[in-house]
């Protein structure tokens, strides 16, 4: 087998419990994203040439493993580049060297692609193959095959993580290795389910404001229909992120630094600075 997925169970509020780890090969292998020490992947592993080590991003649901397992194989460790200082804090380990979009890992699985898809977070990538003839994406964080991914700021950026998603659908793969739950082997219509809820809830966001909302709260009550306890903090996030997606395109007057926001009737847009 080319790809082992193992579910590895993190203490981190994921929306499965686990977190997936990915050998890619067997000799000179790439594993990704190891979320913690666990018998399971420690015995993969233990099975395999581990010659590569990567992450799709640096939350710590994806990287706990990072450094157990860079210095029991030995492997070539990378990070992306131009985020080297989060990744070593993220995981304590010095990236041995960096990774960008188009970079080539040679594994004897093949060699896998770096495709860049920032949004839930900024450094975020995802690794490309081909298994038997089929395209397969490991996409970390960008899509899931049942729910919505959080992209709440200030790391996420909802401006990214939809073009991202766009950039995916675009590649068209035959199957995504997500980073939470089972493989998804219809992309497309996952990928569309994630991109309308994402569009629903920025017209729920920019409604909100149209009708009266002036505060980060009101515009959060205003956008969501059911129960947020336990997780307001999350909504919050996500309104925001969609909140500075808006005032980019120019479709409100953001003001981070009090929470306030009004709807563009100028014409001008942006982020404001004052009130």
Known sequence: MLVHRVAVPVTHTVPTGTTNAYLLGTRRALLVDP???DDELDAVVAEHDVAHLAVTHVHPDHVGGVADYAAETGATVWARRGHTAAFEAATGVTPDRTLAEGCVIDTDAGPITVVETPGHAREHVAFELRVDGHEVVLCGDLA?????????????DMRSYLTSLRRLRARDPDRLCPGHG??????????DRLLDHRLERERRVRHAVESGARTLEEVVDAAYDKDLSGVVDLATA??????EKLAVEGDVVWT????????????????????
Not at 144 to 156: K, M
Not at 182 to 191: A, F, L, S, V
């Open 182 to 191: 089972p493989p998804i082997d219809e992309p497309r219509p996952t990928i």
């Open 35 to 37: 979320p913690a020490r």
């Open 144 to 156: 899931v095959a049942e729910g919505s991914v959080v992209v709440g700021a200030p790391d996420g």
């Open 256 to 275: 981070p630094t009090t929470g306030r926001v009004r709807p563009q009737r100028d014409g001008r847009g942006g982020v404001g600075t004052g009130g």
């Open 238 to 243: 996500t309104v925001r992120a969609h909140l």
